[in-house]
């Protein structure tokens, strides 16, 4: 169970320290941030692109990207940056390649991969996609993980480019609370039920595809760590987003007082993806709102997080294994 503290920190968090001000002039840079058509993501490209980035947005719905890259460019008329679409479905794992490969034949860099893109369903009986998956663990965490996977070779081939800083080429994923408040005991992610043949709540599988996201961060780590990149998985805080949109009224009404503006969110996001605090030291470290690093729950850390070697059970690293199985024929 979550410590009433860990709670406490991340549903009222300190503001934010690393802001829209202390970015830097991004010029020459490539970003990608997935789900990028509202929330957090279109604050993340908005900010990217001010400051002179060039940007990919990640979207399955064009027409409405579009309209967002209009709406950025208006508020943003003295960027030099390019702000660009490519379709992204994350929850179709077969369309995944077609979308790498429309990136990289307009890209041979990438400074940052922002696995922005997220799910959270309606309770009641459980939404599955074309390959079969639960919905929440298609799009939060394979869909995530073979992008990820994709772009790997142009990550690590930009880590490895002359001049740039150590630590400063990172895949960030979102997290969440419900991380900490949903995973078992443990394990966090139990690889017997991944299909879900027993039956859990919808916050739970949302939970533990947020779990899943950590994992990732903290293996990627451990991965590439020799070639410079750098996972990070970060709750953004509880935020007035469309995230919710599937929840019941009630849920609506008594998160909503608790919920922080978007832009908070973003700094969070940008934190864990540009601020120097997030160093090669720290790669893998779990971070909370609004961008500083925390511990996760005790046990995850102490066991979910190591290898058998290392006197854990090596659930993270197992779910890693498993991921790679389910994406291998989309590769």
């Known amino acids: 169970m979550i410590s009433v503290a860990s709670l406490w920190t991340q ?6 320290k690393f802001t829209e001000g202390d970015v830097a002039d991004l010029n020459g840079k490539v970003y990608i941030v997935t789900g990028a058509t509202s929330g957090l993501g279109k604050e ?41 679409h490519f379709h992204l479905d994350l929850g179709d794992l077969s369309s995944v390649k077609a ?24 309770e009641g009986g459980i939404e ?5 998956h639960e919905k929440h663990l298609a799009i939060n965490c394979l869909g995530t993980f073979l992008l990820t996977k994709l772009l790997t070779p142009t990550l690590t081939a930009t880590a490895a ?11 960030v994923y979102l997290s969440s609370i419900a991380a900490e408040m949903y995973s078992d005991k443990n394990v966090g992610l139990r690889l017997d039920n991944l299909d ?58 008594l998160t909503g007082p608790a919920n922080y503006p978007i832009i908070n969110g973003a700094y969070a996001e940008l934190w864990a993806g540009l601020s120097p605090e997030v160093t090669p030291e720290k790669a893998g470290e779990y971070a909370v709102p ?10 995850l850390e102490q066991n979910a997080a190591r290898s ?4 854990g059970n090596g659930a993270t690293s197992k779910f890693w294994d498993w991921s790679e199985k389910q994406v291998k024929q989309y590769l």
């Open 11 to 16: 549903f009222f968090p300190p503001r934010p």
């Open 44 to 84: 993340v490209a908005r900010i990217l692109y001010s400051k002179h980035a060039t940007v990919y947005l990640g979207t399955r719905n064009e027409t409405k990207t579009i309209e967002v890259i209009d709406h950025i460019k208006k508020v943003a008329p003295s960027s030099t940056g390019i702000i660009r």
């Open 99 to 122: 979308s790498a490969e429309q990136f990289l034949a307009a890209e041979k860099q990438l400074h940052v991969l922002f696995n922005n893109a997220g799910y959270m369903g309606p």
């Open 128 to 132: 599955r996609t074309m390959q079969g």
């Open 161 to 171: 480019a002359p001049g740039i800083p150590a630590g400063s080429v990172r895949v």
């Open 196 to 253: 879900y043949h027993a039956e859990k709540s919808s916050k739970y599988r949302y939970g533990v595809s947020k779990l899943g996201n950590w994992a990732y961060a903290l293996e990627l780590s451990k991965r590439l760590r020799n070639d410079g990149v750098i996972g990070v998985a970060i709750n953004p805080g509880n935020l007035q987003t469309d995230l919710f949109r599937h929840q019941s009224y009630l849920f609506r009404l």
């Open 290 to 299: 609004f961008g500083r690093f925390h511990p996760i729950r005790r046990d």
């Open 308 to 311: 058998e070697a290392e006197g």
